[in-house]
């Protein structure tokens, strides 16, 4: 078994910046994919940034150019670096991680969440 923690949310006002942090444990033998993804009320979850095969770097249209992600698959750690914050960013945010586990092969796991709100 994997377990995300996620670490970093809070309540911040808009132009401000928010540092989410999100560390893997567990038995794993590799990390192929890390990301966060956020879910807003009332909306389905969507992609905000993920790091694949460890160099490649994908962000959502929306947090191009204000967010930026960094990893280190290694230890299984992401980090997402979020600037000029707006009420849009508003949601909850999830670590997401593609794992490799011996004899199970990739496995998807999910942190618990970690709230981000925007409001002056």
């Known amino acids: 078994q994997v377990t995300l923690m996620e670490s970093g949310g809070g309540l911040v006002q808009p132009g401000g910046s928010l540092r989410l942090s999100c560390e893997a444990s567990g038995d794993f033998a590799s990390v192929y994919s890390m990301g966060w993804y956020r879910q807003s009320s009332g909306k389905q979850r969507e992609m905000v940034a993920l790091i694949t095969s460890g160099i490649s770097t994908i962000y959502a249209d929306s947090v191009k150019g204000r967010f930026i992600i960094s990893g280190d698959a290694a230890r299984g750690t992401v980090s997402l670096e979020m600037n000029s914050l707006t009420p849009d960013d508003t949601a909850v945010y999830y670590c997401?991680?593609?794992?490799?586990?011996?004899?199970?092969?990739?496995?998807?796991?999910w942190g618990q969440g970690t709230q981000v709100t925007v409001s002056s």
């Open positions: 997401r991680m593609s794992v490799g586990i011996v004899g199970l092969g990739a496995k998807i796991f």
